[in-house]
Every structure is written in C-alpha cells, then in structure tokens.
C-alpha cells in the first residue's frame, strides 16, 4: 500500500483541481472517483466535526463548534483527552470508544473525538485525497484545541491537552502540533502511526518527538500499515512491533495486527498489571533474539513516566487483558 507519488504529480493535481473549479460556484470539497479533496481549506469545515464526551454525557457525544465550547458540558477545570481516528474509520470504531469509556471510568476528563471522516474515508485509493486532507484538517484542528486550551483552568499544565492519534490520526496530531506552534502540546500518543507515503515534503510531515513535549509511541504493525522508524521520545514495539499473537492472520492479515495498538492503550488506562517493557535498540535486534528482558523496565500507555526516552519492547498475552506485568 505504499504509494510513490512524485511531487510533480501532486502539483499537477492541485492545480487541476482549482481550474477545475473556476467555473464553479464556490465550493471547497471536490469529489472525484468517490475520493474527497479539500481544494479550498476553510475553518469550520462541515466535514471537519468535534464532538465531547463527559461523565454527564458517556454515551451521547455531543456536538460542539467553536462557537459554543462554554455552552457544551465541557468542564474548565478538568483534563482534555483528545482521540483522532484514522483513513477509512470514525469516531464510532470500537477500540477508540473503549479507550473513552476507560478514561471515563478512571478519572473525570473531557474525552474529545474528532471525526473527519467525510474527508478520509473511502475504497483504498483514497488514502490518497486522505493524506492530501491532512494539513487542512489539521489547521481546522488546531484551531478548536488552541480554544480549548486557552479556556482551560486545569491545575496541572499536562493536563491541559492530550492528543491520542490513531494510524493516520497520529500523523495528523503531528499537523495539529505545527498549526499549534509557538504553543506546544504537553503530550502526544501516537497509536501505531501510518507509513508516510509521499516524497513530497509538505505532505510527508509525520509525527516527531518535537511535535509535544512528550511524545509516546505505540507500534503494533511496522512495515505493513504502520511506521518502523521510532518517532517518539518513547517507541513500544508490541511483541517486536511485527505482527501480534491475538490475531487470527488466516482471516485479516494486518488489520488486526494495526487495530491491536488502540486495544493495548485503552486496557492500559486502568490496568494494575501493566504493560512492563525493557530496553531494545531496533526490531532487527529483537527478531534476532538478542533483547532479552533485562536492563531498565518501563511502562508502556497511559500511565508512562515522562523521563523514559529510547526504544522498548514487551510480550503481551494473545487474549484480554493483554497485560502481562512486571518482568523485572
Ligand atoms: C454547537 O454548534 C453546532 C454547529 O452549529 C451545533 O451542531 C451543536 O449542536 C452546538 N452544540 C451546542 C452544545 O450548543
Ligand atoms: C463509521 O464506521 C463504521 C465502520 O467502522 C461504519 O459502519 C459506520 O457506518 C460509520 N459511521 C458513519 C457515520 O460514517
Ligand atoms: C482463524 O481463521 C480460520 C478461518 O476462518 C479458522 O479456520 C481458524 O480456526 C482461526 N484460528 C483461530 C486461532 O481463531
Ligand atoms: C520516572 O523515571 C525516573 C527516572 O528513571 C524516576 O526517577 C522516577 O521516579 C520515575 N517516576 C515514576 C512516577 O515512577
């Protein structure tokens, strides 16, 4: 699923697109081939939609705009978690849903959920148009956190806002971190982020440790659908980061593999077990059987500790709770 896309072709595109639209009335979405592009990014964007879930509210997201934040059961005083889903998903996708029903459960937040889903879903060429979408999307995005924020009366400044992305959800959190600048994020998860998959510098902005000041990584599925290299100041590389026991690769190869990432957060959210990792410089080490659990443990998730920088790997058991505790 890797596309190699030159530049030149993207240009051609773009401008296509806005010739193509000259005689239009204004519009800023053109559909081709059932694929969306943003030509003309515009905040809001009715396909770019914000929703908030509160324990007044566990069930029933509710829709704000940036308009009616205060009037919203959003609470001033209490941390902001916010969840982005990847290509061809929404914010109904189950792992995403439990990873707000655990916060939910564990403390009281406000558990954000972005759904740009009308500008990234559709059959598998679409990825494309999604990808293209991202620095739009990620403009509108940042425009609704930084309201958040400046709203915010939370005690602890990391509480102010956590973004957790999802495969390409965690691409766009790095988006969102540029749209943001000079505010930083206190913290970003990525969530087995997607592959890059354009050489054109202005698309294949990707996550990076610099994107918040601190930033955790979760790989479940390197090579196929998610990124190898660590982006993170922390990368968790789940069982290798290769491939994961609980899933069945007769029936889906690599879907499941890809959709362990959000599983394993959200168990870790309220897991006394925990998910202990140690020490490993590179999947090529761990496949070669020279990373023995041994050295510093660290925990991977939710609860991490913020000093922990470097590679990491850990076993999981293959049904929940995936957990499998201290090793050390
Ligand atoms: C906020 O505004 C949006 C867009 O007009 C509307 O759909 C939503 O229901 C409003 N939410 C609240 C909490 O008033
Ligand atoms: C959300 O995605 C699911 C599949 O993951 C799909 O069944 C559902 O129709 C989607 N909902 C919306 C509103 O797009
Ligand atoms: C995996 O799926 C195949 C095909 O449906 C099935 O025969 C097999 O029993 C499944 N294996 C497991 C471990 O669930
Ligand atoms: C986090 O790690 C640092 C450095 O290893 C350690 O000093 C600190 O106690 C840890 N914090 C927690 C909460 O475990």
Redesign the pocket.
């Known amino acids: 699923m890797v596309y190699k896309i030159h530049s030149v072709t993207i240009t051609a595109l773009v401008l296509w697109l806005h010739f193509s639209n000259v005689r239009c009335v204004f519009k800023n979405h053109q559909t081709i081939s059932r694929c969306t592009f943003i030509v003309h990014p515009i905040c809001p964007d009715p396909l770019i939609n914000f929703y908030l879930y509160t324990r007044e509210n566990e069930h029933h997201p509710q829709r704000v705009a940036l308009e009616n934040i205060t009037k919203s059961y959003y609470v001033k005083s209490l941390p902001n978690k916010f969840i982005v889903h990847g290509f061809n998903?929404?914010m109904?996708?189950g792992s995403l849903q439990r990873i707000k029903d655990e916060y939910l459960t564990q403390m009281d937040v406000n558990v954000w959920m972005l759904d740009y889903?009308g500008v990234s879903a559709g059959p598998v060429k679409c990825y494309l148009a999604a990808v293209f979408n991202l620095p739009s999307v990620g403009k509108c995005t940042a425009l609704f956190v930084r309201k958040i924020m400046e709203l915010s009366e939370v005690k602890e400044h990391k509480d102010i806002m956590h973004v957790i992305g999802f495969s390409l959800g965690g691409q766009l959190a790095g988006h969102v971190a540029e749209h943001l600048k000079p505010v930083k994020l206190p913290r970003i998860t990525g969530l087995d982020p997607a592959l890059p998959l354009f050489y054109s510098t202005h698309l294949n902005r990707r996550l990076s440790r610099n994107d918040a000041e601190f930033v955790d990584v979760i790989h479940t599925n390197v090579l196929v659908q998610g990124q190898l290299s660590p982006c993170g100041d922390v990368d968790f590389y789940v069982n290798g980061g290769l491939s994961q026991p609980g899933c069945n690769h007769s029936t889906e190869p690599f879907v499941c593999d890809h959709h362990m990432a959000p599983a394993y957060f959200a168990e870790s959210i309220n897991s006394i077990t925990g998910f202990w990792s140690w020490p490993c410089p590179s999947v090529f080490n761990y496949l070669s059987g020279q990373c023995p659990p041994q050295g510093d443990h660290e925990l991977m998730g939710e609860n991490v500790n913020e000093s922990a920088r470097g590679q990491y790997v850990l076993h999981t058991n293959n049904v929940p709770p995936y957990a499998q505790g201290d090793w050390k």
């Open positions: 998903s929404n109904t996708l889903s």
